[in-house]
T-cell receptor, first 112, second 114 residues
């Protein structure tokens, strides 16, 4: 079945710097890759997603890139702000298993 | 719209007790899912439903039962709670296939089993 590895598990940056979180997946048939943000005490919320027919997608300060050959995808946050502090999860689906498989999460801390 | 609601927010059980975690959505979504979140483990799928009357197992279904009698509600039942079921439980719903469409998560239920 699908396996999603996410790195790093924790990330600390200064306000204004960029943050990058990387994920790899194992099932080459996976075709949907969402990113969720979870603030303390709340449920995860979708922030951006990408499908396998696209290599990059941007939404203001957030971008996601996908390398199908290497089976990895990354989340890029530019000009980080304290409100970006949260746990971020990558996920993959559409492969043989079908269900959405999540990475273990990255705790991002943005220091003022 | 209230979105996805879950009750209770917190619950403490003793080993062997049973309980039902409630989940409701008002977005007319066909797909609903239950996940558990454990430290360092991410989110793992317990059970899911593709519509009223249809349920299926996810990655970690043992010890849990579900049913889907209406589009709006998707309760999760623990028949005999065990300490290994201490976790935060999230319900989610989506319009289309839960493996390829935006999932909307509820606020979670934090369960402790003593």
């Amino acid at each position: 079945g699908e396996n999603v590895e996410q790195h790093p598990s924790t990330l600390s940056v200064q306000e204004g710097d960029s943050a990058v979180i990387k994920c790899t997946y194992s099932d080459s048939a996976s075709n949907y890759f969402p990113w969720y943000k979870q603030e303390l005490g709340k449920g995860p919320q979708l922030i951006i997603d990408i499908r396998s027919n696209v290599g990059e997608k941007k939404d203001q300060r957030i971008a996601v890139t996908l390398n199908k050959t290497a089976k990895h995808f990354s989340l890029h946050i530019t000009e980080t702000q304290p409100e970006d502090s949260a746990v971020y999860f990558c996920a993959a689906s559409g492969g043989s298993q079908g269900n959405l498989i999540f990475g273990k999460g990255t705790k991002l801390s943005v220091k003022p | 719209n209230a979105g996805v609601t879950q009750t209770p927010k917190f619950q403490v059980l003793k080993t062997g007790q049973s309980m039902t975690l409630q989940c409701a959505q008002d977005m007319n979504h066909e797909y609903m899912s239950w996940y558990r979140q454990d430290p360092g483990m991410g989110l793992r799928l317990i059970h899911y439903s593709v519509g009223a009357g249809i349920t299926d197992q996810g990655e970690v279904p043992n010890g849990y039962n579900v049913s889907r009698s209406t589009t709006e509600d998707f309760p999760l039942r623990l028949l005999s709670a065990a300490p290994s079921q201490t976790s935060v439980y999230f319900c989610a719903s989506s319009y289309g296939d839960h493996s390829g469409d935006t999932q909307y998560f509820g606020p979670g239920t934090r369960l402790t089993v003593l």
